[in-house]
Structures are given as C-alpha cells and as structure tokens.
C-alpha cells in the first residue's frame, strides 16, 4: 500500500470538521451511565470525525475561548449547578470562559445543545442541525416539582426492580430514561414520582388531546400510525370461536391481555334474537389481535400524549414503546409523510415483515412477504360497513372484490349471497360512512330517555333515567355512531332491579313499533340480556381462575345492551348503541364505554401493575395464601381497600375511622373516583382520546 493511500485513509472523518466541544463531567455526571467510559469514546470518535472534545469545567489556558463551537448540557431540566457553570463560563476571565475576542469584531456565541446532539451525529455520520437538540428549559421557567436535584442514574440498572416496577435492567429500554420521560409528560404533567414508576403508570400521567396535538404538530404522525394499526387490523388472524365473536364495530373498550375487534358486551346473545345469517356471518368467529396491530395502536397513542413537537431524527426511548425500529418509521413519516409500509397496504400489495411492500414486479429475496397482508386497503374499507367485519373482508377480497361498487356488481350477478343487515349496510353506505351530526346524537338522546321514562313509569318504578353520551362521541365531535350508558337513579335501588333488568327489552320494542330502529329482519340488530343476575360472582370466578391479576375476559361486560341501526328525522340511518348499567356499576361504566381503547389498555394494565383487576363493572383484587394459592376475589372500595406499590391501604377520604377501627367506605359515584382509587390523575373525556 502506498504512503499517499495509507494517508488518505488515515485522514479524520470531515463530519465533524474544526468543530470544538465542550464537555463538563460535573454538569453530566448524574446524567449518563458510566460517563468516563462514554466521553472517552465520544472524544476518541470526535477526534476521527475531525473535531476536538474538551472534558473540562473550565476552559483550558491552552484553548482559546473563541474557538469553543458547542457546549453539551444535559436532557434534563437546567439545575442550579448548570446556571452557575453557565454564568461562570460566560463571566470570567478569558482563560476561564467564553468571553468577547479582542481580536475579532464579534462575539462569540457557541451553540448550547444536549447530548443527543453528539451522540445523534456520530450514530448518523452527519453533522445534524443544533435546531433539533435544544437545551433544556431554564431554571426559571419551572415549577420546583418539576426540578431533580438528586441523582437519577449514576449506574446501570444494577438491583432488581421493586414489585410494583415495570421498569427492566435494561437501560436502553424504551420509557426509561428519566429525561426522555419528562419530555414526554411535559413540564406541567412531571412529578418526581414519574422518574420510577412503571410504564404503564407513566403514560397515564400524559395528556390524550387531538387538539393539543394539532397544535403541536404532531396529529399527521398519530394519524398515519392509526392507519397501520386500522389495516393490520383488517389484515389480522381469525379464528373460530363456538362461542360467537362481535361484530366487528370499534369498541371503546379494551383487555389487558388482548386488543378485541368485538363489542365489550361479550360473546353471548340472547338466541331470541338471533339472525339468519350464513356461516359467513362475523358473529361466528373472533378477531385474534396481532402484535402488529397493537405496536402500531400503541405507538399512535404515545404519539396523541407526547408534550413536545416530534422532529427527527427521534430515537429508541425517546418516547414509550418507541424501539428502533419503529423510531425509524417515525423518522420516515417525519421527513416523507409515509413509510413503504403504508404505501404497500394502500396500494393492496402485500407487505414484508421488516416493513416493506412487495410489488407485482418486486423481488425481494431478504424480507419475509406477508401474503396475508394483500389487499389491507379495500379490506379495511370494507369492515368499516354495520354487519362486515375481518372474515367477510377477506372473502371478499379473495373473490377479486376490491370496492363497495364490485360488491353490488357481484351481488346482482348472483356471485356472492350477503346477509339482511350486510345487504342494508351495503346500500346505505353512505350513511354509515359519514360522521354523525350533533343534531342527530341530541336526537337519538331525547328519544331514549323518553322511551325509558314511559318505561320506568308503565311498571310502577321509582327514579329517574340517567342517559349520557359515551364512546368516540364524548371524547371528541366526530364519530360514526351513537352510544348511550343509562341508569336509574332512586333511593332505593333494589325496588328497581326488575325494571332495569326489563328495560332494555321492552326499550328495543317500543323503539322497534315507532319505527325508530329497524328490526332484525331488516339491518343489524344485536341484542344482549339476562347476564346480570349474580354477575358479580361470576366475574369473581373467572377472576380467580386467571394467573394474572387482570383476567383475559374483563372487556366482555355483562351490561343489558342493544346496538342496532336508528333511523333520524331527516332520514339517514346511524348506528345506536344503548347499554343499561347498575346505578353502582355506573361509574365504571363510564369510564369503560367512553375509552378510548388504548387509554383503557393502559389503565388495566396499569391495575394489573399493581395486582388488581379492572373491568367496565367494578374493581377486584385477588388475595393469596403463603403457598401461592387463591383464598378469594374481592371488590374494591366495598370489601378491600386498594393495592398501591404492593400495600393495601386506604386513601385519605375513603373511610372514616371509628374507635381506632375502620367505618363506612366511601361509594365510587363518578369517573372522578374511580381514577383516584386507582391512584391516577384524573382525566376528562377529551384527555382520553388516543
């Protein structure tokens, strides 16, 4: 090899060319792991990319002051230390500090970034602009909650997590980092609480809001991961269930352990009302969710809760659940407002396993092409029609259906037999396919609670009907349908079990005869009763029976509940759901009919977290013997107090202590209190909204 060519590839790197960093141990030392290790192999990388790191707290008499380009600061909110560093630096002598050249017209002004900055460049081998690393917030500009002016980490996760910690050994874990999670949470939101708690603790303290992330910027990237997570919904496994599955319509509701399709009614319908439909119906099967579908659900979701303006290039961990590789979808949509992915499911080209799509002429010998992934468009499109969910959308697709138009083609040439309802769903699409207006819901309200009222009063009841408008419609305007949870509110609730239990039966009926809502012979009518009897015991049982806290079937209520199709005034036909609660189960009711579905994952989870067990009808916890075996299921307030980081205890206001014992348990009357048994901030509808 020649002296010129050994020179040549001697030669620094130009990326980071007359570039002069400078680096204080003191101001970082609580903020990285290992940081000796790290800033000598910052320094030894620097100087092959062509520039110089200076570790120093103060600048060298060696080094001249106009030289320095960078200074590195922390992640974290700016703490005194850094002020006083900062003011030093920029105030004292020239062989101290940074300070006006003499010999230069102008003054010096270096650029002030965090870390990212240079660990972000030296990973991408570009020089990455200063813009998108900003230093953290002043002193001034925060609250003393939101300031740590204790070490974080000075080691890797070296001890074993405490019980109530999701947090693994694993540093690099997306969500752990505790500067990456007050960025996320944000400075209004940021308690020091937040720097340990579990995962799924820590999301439930952001904010969900579609106009906080409008405002942001940040609702194209939840949009566009939505749509990931609708077409693997479409695309996903199916299987068999003899038990019956849903109906294929979004539910705002959601297990911990699984992403349903169904409705969170259940599986069971009352065979009274059972349909004629073929074996092709969706009610004989259920929706496996995949993992690809809830990674893509969740991601949107953190996307919806993030503080801050989301730019590239974003990293593993930098927001929860945010891995690699989905840091690099995320980088993609950032810089080209899609991904090959999406790109391959809108077109109805199969995708790959890594991410990609294979076109009709593409070969691709590396990735995995997942075949039944094709057609994700003309399938998604097709489920979101009353009556068609995943297994019809494939066979239609497999019969070379790809839009509503071939669907009629197909049906008048006598190809493919549809059902009533998918029939009616088919014909008045357009209805079904555009938001339902205000006007509409306001309508569908005042003719429930009339009906209900009559009800009540024709068999001798007492109280008031409670209506209130949950699901997508009270998170935000726009939604495709109407739900409505209803109770009876009196002072003696046990003298109008009966009419509770009756109601829905007897609301669908006088519905049905006033031509309000269309019976089964003629569109989708789904009704569910008689569960409630002795439904506290059976969720008891199912509890105890699960090895996990949160039992696999917690999303499937037992709630009295109709869903149909509702025929307004002005002639369009919307989708009605009615789901009648206990006036005690009401507020769990609540929160679990209004969602969001993530945001209830979350919650459930976060309950599981903490060995309890959270559905739409009640609090459980489960308690154990010394071997490990189950001693029973008990309801929370009523029974047992609440487990927060593994003790059982009351919160102050829940029970009044009489004698030195314990007296009379608070009732959980609204959402206000089932948040704050559980032990989180409380949060209204349109904060839920992921």
């Not at 509701?253 to 969706?282: I, K, L, M, Q």
């Not at 039944?372 to 009556?387: H, I, N, Q, T, Y």
């Amino acid at each position: 090899m020649s002296a010129k060519k050994r020179q040549k590839q001697a030669s620094p790197r130009p990326l980071l060319k007359d570039v002069f960093i400078l680096a204080s141990p003191t101001l970082l030392h609580d903020t990285i792991p290992f940081l000796s290790d790290r800033l000598s192999i910052w320094s030894s990388s620097v100087t092959e990319a062509g520039g110089h790191l200076i570790i120093s707290d103060i600048l060298s008499t060696t080094t001249s002051p106009n030289t320095i380009t960078h200074i590195l600061l922390p992640t974290k909110p700016t703490a005194p230390s850094t002020t006083a560093f900062l003011d030093h630096l920029l105030t004292s002598s020239p062989s101290a500090g940074l300070v006006e050249d003499k010999d230069r017209k102008n003054t010096h002004s270096p650029h002030m970034v965090t870390v990212l900055w240079l660990v972000e460049s030296l990973k991408a081998q570009q020089h990455l602009p200063e813009s998108q690393f900003p230093p953290p917030p002043p002193l001034s500009s925060l609250s003393s909650s939101d300031i740590i002016t204790t070490p974080i980490i000075t080691q890797h996760h070296t001890t074993t997590p405490t019980t109530n910690s999701n947090i693994k050994t694993n540093p690099h874990r997306p969500g752990t980092d505790p500067y990456y999670r007050f960025n996320w949470v944000g400075s209004d939101q940021w308690t020091p609480l937040c720097e340990k708690m579990s995962i799924n603790r820590l999301v439930l303290q952001g904010i969900f809001s579609q106009s906080r992330c409008i405002a942001l910027g940040n609702e194209g990237l939840y949009q566009v991961f939505t749509e990931l997570a609708k077409y693997e919904r479409a695309v996903g496994e199916i299987r068999d269930s003899g038990s019956g599955g849903g109906n294929g319509h979004a539910s705002s509701s959601s297990s911990s352990s699984s992403f349903p399709s169904y409705r969170p009614h259940g599986p069971r319908y009352t065979t009274t009302v059972s349909t004629t439909n073929t074996s092709d119906d969706e009610d004989l099967y259920m929706h496996t969710t995949s993992y690809r579908e809830l990674k893509y659900a969740r991601v949107a979701a953190v996307v919806r809760g993030c503080a801050f303006k989301i730019t590239p290039p974003v990293v593993a961990g930098q927001i929860p659940f945010v891995g690699e590789a989905i840091a690099g979808q995320i980088n993609d949509v950032l810089r080209t407002g899609t991904t090959e992915m999406l790109e391959g499911f809108r077109h109805n080209v199969a995708v790959t396993s890594s991410g990609g799509s294979k076109g009709k002429a593409g070969k691709d010998s590396k990735k995995k092409v997942r075949s039944e992934s094709v057609g994700g468009a003309s399938r998604a499109m097709f489920c979101r029609l009353p009556g068609v969910a995943e297994r019809t959308a494939r066979n239609w697709w497999n019969r070379g259906l790809m839009t509503f138009e071939d669907v009629e083609d197909a049906v008048d040439q006598s190809k493919i037999t549809l059902t009533v309802e998918q029939l009616f769903s088919l014909q008045h699409r357009s209805d079904f396919l555009e938001v339902t207006t205000r006007e509409e819901v306001e309508e569908m309200k005042e003719e429930v609670e009339r009906t209900l009222s009559s009800i009540s009063t024709g068999c001798g009841g007492e109280g008031r009907w409670r209506v209130e408008l949950v699901g997508g419609g009270r998170r935000c305007a726009a939604a495709h349908d109407a739900d409505f949870l209803c109770t009876l509110s009196s002072s003696n609730n046990k003298n109008n079990s009966t009419t509770i239990e009756g109601a829905i039966l007897k609301l669908v009926e006088m519905l049905e005869r006033s031509g309000k809502i269309l019976p089964r012979s003629q569109a989708m009518h789904r009704l569910q009763h008689g569960l409630l009897p002795n439904h506290i015991s059976k969720l008891k049982q199912l509890h105890l029976k699960e090895e996990g806290a949160a039992p696999r079937h917690q999303t499937l209520d037992r709630f009295d509940h109709f869903y149909g199709i509702y025929q307004c005034n002005n002639g369009k036909y919307r989708r009605l759901d009615v789901i009648i609660t206990p006036p005690e189960e009401y507020a769990f009711g609540l929160v679990g009919w209004i969602g969001s579905r993530m945001f209830l994952r979350f919650m459930r989870l976060y309950a599981k977290d903490e060995g309890m067990f959270l559905n739409s009808h009640c609090l459980m916890i489960k308690e154990t013997s010394n071997n490990g075996g189950n001693i029973g299921s008990y309801l929370v307030p009523g029974e047992r107090p609440p487990r927060r980081e593994g003790k059982l205890e009351w919160y102050p206001g829940w029970t009044k202590k009489e004698d030195g014992g314990e007296g009379e348990v608070r009732e959980v009357k609204d959402e206000r209190d089932v948040f704050e048994l559980i032990g989180l901030p409380y949060r209204e509808p349109f904060e839920r909204d992921c």
